[in-house]
């Protein structure tokens, strides 16, 4: 089946640049869609379609991919940015939904 | 305004058969391109995703659970009915209903989820 990794965590300083990265055999074939979640919460997407941010989410957050791993930036991170990331893809060959295992962001 | 909400027993006993309806609005399943889907996360834990069902009747299910599940809908009650047999502890966890935009399988609106234990 198929498999998403992301970190199990990552810490950023207030104020600066936060990575969270996601890989998969052959994902650049794919769209990666992030979401975000805090404690308690639904998750929120973040990103879709890879770039793409929808309506009311902040500019500071983008999305890329490069070869095997997507990529999520979290720029001039704010601690209200703490919460946990995951990574999803459409897995069309086998009709899936995938979640990576999350990313625990930390803004010290 | 896209709204989606999940309701059943917050305890079943293990062997059990759970029972969990999403309730929507702002959307029909009678539309084309129109998805919702079942996500639980056990405490702590990730998300996993469990079932899905589309406007035209096609249905998908998490391979590794596909003999436990059952995903239907009814349109004209704007409600999607997950069913999950033989519950065990493991199965404690928050299920979440969403509904998945797209071919590219996005999930841009989720409800606020619902937690069910298992325990005899």
């Known amino acids: 089946s198929y498999e998403l990794t992301q970190p199990l965590s990552v810490s950023v300083a207030l104020g600066q640049t936060a990575i969270i990265t996601c890989g998969g055999n052959?994902?650049?074939?794919?769209?990666v869609h992030w979401y975000q979640q805090k404690p308690g919460q639904a998750p929120v997407l973040v990103i879709y379609?890879?770039?793409n941010r929808p309506s009311g989410i902040p500019e500071r957050f983008s999305g890329s991919k490069s070869g095997n791993t997507a990529t999520l930036t979290v720029n001039r991170a704010q601690a209200g940015d703490e919460a946990h990331y995951y990574c999803?893809?459409?897995?069309?060959?086998?009709?899936?939904?995938?979640f990576g295992g999350g990313t625990k962001l930390t803004v010290l | 305004q896209v709204t989606l909400r999940e309701s059943g027993p917050a305890l079943v006993k293990p062997t059990q058969t759970l029972t969990l309806t999403c309730t929507f609005s702002?959307?029909?399943?009678?539309?084309?391109?129109?998805?919702v889907t079942w996500v639980r996360q056990p405490p702590g834990k990730a998300l996993e995703w469990l079932a899905r069902?589309?406007?035209?009747?096609?249905?998908f299910y998490n391979t590794s659970l596909r003999t436990r599940l059952t995903i239907s809908k009814d349109t004209s009650k704007n409600q999607v009915v997950l069913t999950m047999t033989n519950m065990d502890p493991v199965d404690t966890a928050t299920y979440y209903c969403?509904?998945?935009?797209?071919?590219?399988?996005?999930?841009?609106?989720w409800g606020q989820g619902t937690l069910v234990t298992v325990s005899s």
């Open positions: 969403a509904r998945l935009y797209d071919r590219t399988g996005y999930l841009d609106y």
């Open positions: 702002g959307f029909s399943l009678t539309t084309y391109g129109m998805r």
């Open positions: 069902i589309d406007w035209n009747d096609d249905i």
């Open positions: 052959n994902i650049g074939s794919k769209s």
């Open positions: 379609r890879d770039t």
């Open positions: 999803q893809v459409w897995d069309s060959s086998v009709a899936l939904v995938v």
